[in-house]
């Protein structure tokens, strides 16, 4: 049975802006309120897409979430139509309006954790989507993400959707950031790599920003895909996390077996004890980036880690190749590196390509935060909903959907008004008609147009 890595790619939403919402993401942080353009976002998400099919890859994308989100601000206390809640909203506490028109669900790899058929305990694939209850804007996706999901795998015979884990911060959740399946081939049984920043004996004093992957969230999603004997358990270093790392795939990436990563990306002796299990079920190649040849700051400000890693276009995990943020190119000591690695035979990343997705990196996500990794077999893509994977033809209707609905530019203060409320649910209202969807949006069920 023939197994092959599809991408679902965050499709970018109208609303996307710099709020700076992230404590602990540097590139947020560092842009906060600055203008963003929405229209160009979406675009090189697009184009990200577009260059990974025409080499070959299979690619499917996944829905923007309705924003603003006024249920929550329903649930803050807020009263009336939507257009006067972001009037009352706008002039009481404008800074909630950043919360609810984060357009952050566009990082696919913070959407679920998932497990592969061949490895889960039913012969099903399962999705768990991320609770993110670390920062209150992303902790209001998940109903939403399980929706999207639930719409994409809908075929019960196949998928399993589970609800997201309880949002407390014992089981804090960040999905498929902090977890990488390694196998010797993708239609071979596999081990779920959790990465995972704090546990019960976490001296907390030693981190300056939040460790948001809690070990007991990772123990849990690995309970409910039937992998927990399975599953292998690595502590991120208090020293990535306090550099940026706020995710462990800004310093590590993986693929098939082997796991690229930065010399400074986890605690010792949990890597030493993760590395000689993974050893246990598979010939694994753990290619480890040195500090002198690349700092760790040079590693997360160039997003060389959040590169997908990817087999080559025939399925070859012997021949890889690593789709990297132009940033990687921009950097001179990572592109030293970048033109070493592909001459090195003794480690199987072969070739570089280049993609420019500046918009989100500029708020902290590079190429892989942008996608969801799923494996599937040739009967699970066929049970996929077909509106949800791309050819030309399909990426060229959603660009001229981005064309047709996005501003080109957005200012934090463009969120008070109302009439880009309108814009934000006209855009989606149509996206809807293209896809045959229905009332898919929460909106459309209570029409405001």
């Given at each position: 049975?023939?197994?092959?890595?599809?991408?679902?790619?965050?499709?970018?939403?109208?609303?996307?802006?710099?709020?700076?919402?992230?404590?602990?993401?540097?590139?947020?942080?560092?842009?906060?309120?600055?203008?963003?353009?929405?229209?160009?976002?979406?675009?090189?998400?697009?184009?990200?897409?577009?260059?990974?099919?025409?080499?070959?890859?299979?690619?499917?994308?996944?829905?923007?979430?309705?924003?603003?989100?006024?249920?929550?601000?329903?649930?803050?206390?807020?009263?009336?139509?939507?257009?006067?809640?972001?009037?009352?909203?706008?002039?009481?506490?404008?800074?909630?309006?950043?919360?609810?028109?984060?357009?952050?669900?566009?990082?696919?790899?913070?959407?679920?954790?998932?497990?592969?058929?061949?490895?889960?305990?039913?012969?099903?694939?399962?999705?768990?989507?991320?609770?993110?209850?670390?920062?209150?804007?992303?902790?209001?996706?998940?109903?939403?993400?399980?929706?999207?999901?639930e719409t994409i795998?809908?075929?019960?015979?196949?998928?399993?959707?589970?609800?997201?884990?309880?949002?407390?911060?014992?089981?804090?959740?960040?999905?498929?950031?902090?977890?990488?399946?390694?196998?010797?081939?993708?239609?071979?049984?596999?081990?779920?790599?959790?990465?995972?920043?704090?546990?019960?004996?976490?001296?907390?004093?030693?981190?300056?920003?939040?460790?948001?992957?809690?070990?007991?969230a990772s123990q849990?999603?690995?309970?409910?895909?039937?992998?927990?004997?399975?599953?292998?358990?690595?502590?991120?270093?208090?020293?990535?996390?306090?550099?940026?790392?706020?995710?462990?795939?800004?310093?590590?990436?993986?693929?098939?077996?082997?796991?690229?990563?930065?010399?400074?990306a986890f605690e010792?002796?949990?890597?030493?004890?993760?590395?000689?299990?993974?050893?246990?079920?598979?010939?694994?190649?753990?290619?480890?980036?040195?500090?002198?040849?690349?700092?760790?700051?040079?590693?997360?400000?160039?997003?060389?880690?959040?590169?997908?890693?990817?087999?080559?276009?025939?399925?070859?995990?012997?021949?890889?190749?690593?789709?990297?943020?132009?940033?990687?190119?921009?950097?001179?000591?990572?592109?030293?590196?970048?033109?070493?690695?592909?001459?090195?035979?003794?480690?199987?990343?072969?070739?570089?390509?280049?993609?420019?997705?500046?918009?989100?990196?500029?708020?902290?996500?590079?190429?892989?935060?942008?996608?969801?990794?799923?494996?599937?077999?040739?009967?699970?893509?066929?049970?996929?909903?077909?509106?949800?994977?791309?050819?030309?033809?399909?990426?060229?209707?959603?660009?001229?959907?981005?064309?047709?609905?996005?501003?080109?530019?957005?200012?934090?203060?463009?969120?008070?008004?109302?009439?880009?409320?309108?814009?934000?649910?006209?855009?989606?209202?149509?996206?809807?008609?293209?896809?045959?969807?229905?009332?898919?949006?929460?909106?459309?069920?209570?029409?405001?147009?």
């Amino acid at each position: 049975m023939s197994a092959h890595e599809v991408n679902f790619d965050g499709l970018i939403g109208p609303s996307h802006n710099y709020s700076g919402l992230a404590f602990g993401n540097l590139a947020s942080l560092k842009n906060a309120k600055k203008v963003s353009s929405p229209r160009l976002a979406a675009l090189q998400g697009l184009e990200k897409m577009r260059s990974l099919y025409r080499l070959g890859y299979r690619q499917g994308f996944l829905l923007p979430q309705s924003r603003p989100d006024i249920e929550t601000l329903r649930r803050l206390g807020f009263s009336g139509d939507d257009r006067s809640i972001i009037n009352k909203v706008g002039r009481q506490a404008p800074e909630l309006l950043s919360l609810v028109y984060c357009a952050s669900s566009m990082w696919a790899a913070n959407a679920a954790t998932v497990t592969a058929s061949i490895d889960s305990w039913d012969g099903k694939v399962h999705f768990t989507p991320a609770n993110l209850v670390s920062t209150a804007h992303r902790a209001i996706e998940h109903p939403q993400t399980q929706r999207c999901l639930e719409t994409i795998f809908s075929k019960t015979q196949y998928f399993c959707v589970h609800r997201a884990l309880p949002s407390q911060q014992r089981f804090a959740d960040e999905g498929a950031a902090n977890h990488t399946r390694l196998s010797q081939a993708h239609d071979k049984r596999g081990v779920g790599l959790f990465v995972f920043g704090r546990d019960a004996n976490t001296d907390l004093s030693r981190i300056r920003f939040p460790a948001r992957q809690s070990l007991a969230a990772s123990q849990a999603v690995a309970r409910q895909h039937g992998i927990a004997g399975e599953a292998v358990y690595l502590q991120q270093s208090a020293e990535a996390i306090n550099a940026g790392a706020f995710h462990n795939d800004v310093v590590a990436v993986g693929n098939g077996p082997l796991l690229f990563f930065h010399q400074q990306a986890f605690e010792a002796k949990s890597q030493r004890r993760a590395f000689s299990r993974l050893a246990e079920h598979m010939r694994f190649q753990p290619v480890c980036v040195a500090a002198d040849k690349v700092s760790l700051q040079d590693a997360i400000s160039s997003y060389l880690f959040n590169s997908q890693l990817l087999a080559g276009s025939d399925g070859s995990l012997s021949c890889q190749r690593l789709i990297a943020p132009t940033e990687c190119r921009d950097n001179a000591a990572v592109n030293t590196y970048l033109a070493h690695l592909v001459n090195d035979h003794s480690q199987p990343i072969r070739d570089i390509e280049f993609v420019d997705v500046r918009q989100s990196m500029s708020n902290g996500g590079g190429p892989a935060c942008l996608r969801l990794r799923v494996v599937l077999t040739d009967e699970e893509i066929a049970a996929v909903n077909p509106q949800f994977l791309l050819d030309n033809e399909g990426i060229d209707r959603l660009q001229g959907w981005v064309e047709k609905h996005y501003r080109d530019l957005l200012t934090v203060d463009d969120l008070k008004d109302p009439d880009f409320l309108n814009e934000c649910y006209t855009a989606f209202d149509e996206l809807t008609q293209l896809l045959v969807l229905g009332s898919y949006y929460p909106f459309q069920r209570i029409s405001n147009l």
